[in-house]
């Protein structure tokens, strides 16, 4: 299992906008679209990387916890398709469908999003406050399959808390680790 980390964004990065499919509606969704009235949480996410299957309950349990606090969550998904077929927008419907995701999970058929997000890894995450300024980028929590530590989300769950408490979110922040973004060759 490959272990790629995060190339950690610069703090304060504004974010980028994007328009992109959402898997379950059909409809093309604008980072307007999805973004949160107090925070936005983006995360780079796939069908097949152990990485993201061993977080995926967390992330909708925090989804549904912070969304009424005015926190929106969006996935979205930038691998090569045609060499990782599961990876598709059929299957990120069922995939979305049978986690029961409460957010919109968007394809990136360019794959011009992630670049613009320096993305790099499944599971990637970006926490942007109310004015879509970057404060905090990094991994979920210590958890990876196989570590046998708990899948808590302290690390993001601390960010959000601060960001909902205006109180300043440390900047030691540790870069997520997962499988590398499948990148088109041609």
Known sequence: MAQTPSNMLPLGTKAPGFKLLDTVSGEQLTLDDCKGVKGTVI?????????????????????????????????????DVEKYPQDGPKFMKERAIDEVYIFPYLYDSSQNVAKAYDAACTPDFY?????????????????????????????IV???????????????????IGCNIKWRTS
Do not use: W
Request: charged share 20%.
């Open 127 to 155: 926490v942007f406050d109310s004015h879509l300024e970057l404060v905090y980028r990094g991994q979920l929590d210590d958890s990876r399959p196989g570590n046998d530590i708990p899948v808590t989300g302290k690390d």
């Open 158 to 176: 601390n960010a959000l808390n601060a960001l909902l408490n205006n109180q300043p979110i440390s900047e030691d922040q540790k870069p997520s």
């Open 43 to 79: 995360m780079f996410i796939c069908n097949h990387c152990p990485f993201v299957i061993h977080v995926n309950s967390k992330l909708v349990e925090l989804a549904k916890e912070y969304k009424s606090k005015g926190i929106n969550f969006v996935a979205i998904s930038s691998n």
